[in-house]
């Protein structure tokens, strides 16, 4: 089989495949005990960074699961890292900033830095020793969307509201613009150097859209996120968590060629929603993971099924892999979807 006929490149360009292509968020990493084993001893950043080893981990649940495609291991603030941000990972918190930005002189300092200076060396040769190997199997590169880079970037680190970063939308729009915009660019640089080395689809997550308002997301991100994807040459899957209230939007003018859903909306009325344009991602909740097979497996039948309502439908998390997951849950997964 070419490249070009795998199932999630088929069900991207609004094709339905045989099988239903299957792969899984965070899919990559805390779930599986080899990837524990391997990152004994290595900060987070620092896995990211060292190509042996960023590529070793994308490919392990590949190996593993079986999945239609491995995405990238990398951490959305890796390109804030490569462009000189000081970022460090906390176990147990997630990125925290040294200087968080939150006023127009943090802006103007920040954004003095030009992405087009990213080094992506270390990037690219991870994913060319990926590709390498992956031969048919595509590989999807991913960056963080503007709003929850920013997020990150004016709470100096993680926040169940974002209330800094929503308050600077309101107080100070043309800092927040500035700095949406740039962060846009940095992600866009992400995603190319992904893309030259040998991605075959990018993904562009929105982990914290959700705490917008519908016109809040319209005016002061999607516009953000429709550069960072806008004419990038390969298929664009975008996701969000909790963007229901304004799921329309995540097409970004329809641009997106997929359009991820998460557990909290039946895919049959995102498919409604989102129309026949587009191809839909998603959604088994993460929670059911831990759940007995039987109660699992007739919760995957039913995303299946609902599925159907799309033009296509590539089957996913509603979110990411939890690290308590038992990884033969997910093999099972894989093996069903392919069956039926």
């Known amino acids: 089989m070419a490249l070009s006929d795998a199932p999630l490149l088929r069900a991207l360009a609004g094709h339905r495949p045989e099988q239903t292509p299957v ?20 900060r987070m950043l620092d896995a990211c960074l060292t190509p042996e080893l960023a590529a070793e981990i994308t490919l392990q649940p590949v190996r593993r699961h079986g999945v239609d495609a491995a995405v990238f291991f990398s951490d959305i603030v890796i390109p804030l890292r ?11 918190r997630g990125p925290v900033f040294a200087n968080p930005v939150r ?18 060396s270390a990037i690219a040769a991870a994913v060319g020793i990926v590709t390498d190997e992956l031969g048919d199997t595509p590989l999807i590169g991913f960056a963080g969307a503007p709003f929850t880079l920013a997020a990150y970037l004016v709470e100096g680190g993680p926040s169940k509201e974002h209330l800094r970063a929503r308050a600077m939308i309101h107080a100070d729009p043309e800092s927040w613009n500035r700095l ?9 640089r992400f995603l190319e150097i992904q893309r030259d080395a040998g991605a075959s689809v990018v ?24 550069a960072a994807l806008a004419g990038i040459g390969i298929p664009t899957i975008h996701f969000g968590v909790g963007t229901g209230p304004f799921l329309a939007d995540m097409r970004l003018g329809g641009i997106a060629d997929g359009v991820g859903v998460d557990w909290r909306q039946p895919l049959d009325e995102a498919a409604a929603i989102l129309g026949d344009g587009v191809t839909v991602q998603g959604n088994i909740d993460p929670a059911l993971l831990s759940a007995p097979w039987p109660v699992l497996e007739a919760h995957v039948r039913e995303v299946l099924e609902r599925g159907r309502a799309a033009r296509a439908h590539i089957l996913n998390l509603g979110h990411g892999v939890p690290p308590e997951t038992d990884p033969d849950q997910l093999t099972r997964i894989v093996e069903l979807v392919h069956a039926v």
């Open 23 to 42: 792969w899984f968020m965070r899919q990559a990493g805390r779930s599986l005990p080899e990837y524990r084993d391997l990152r004994v001893g290595t």
């Open 82 to 92: 490569l462009a000189g941000v000081e970022v460090e990972i906390e176990p147990g």
């Open 103 to 120: 006023t127009a002189a943090d802006v103007e300092r920040i954004t003095a830095i030009d992405p087009a200076d990213l080094d992506g």
């Open 180 to 188: 949406a915009g740039w962060l846009a660019r940095v992600s866009r």
């Open 203 to 226: 993904q562009l997550f929105d982990s914290w859209a959700g705490s917008l308002s519908p016109a809040d997301y319209r005016a002061f991100v999607a516009p953000h996120s429709h």
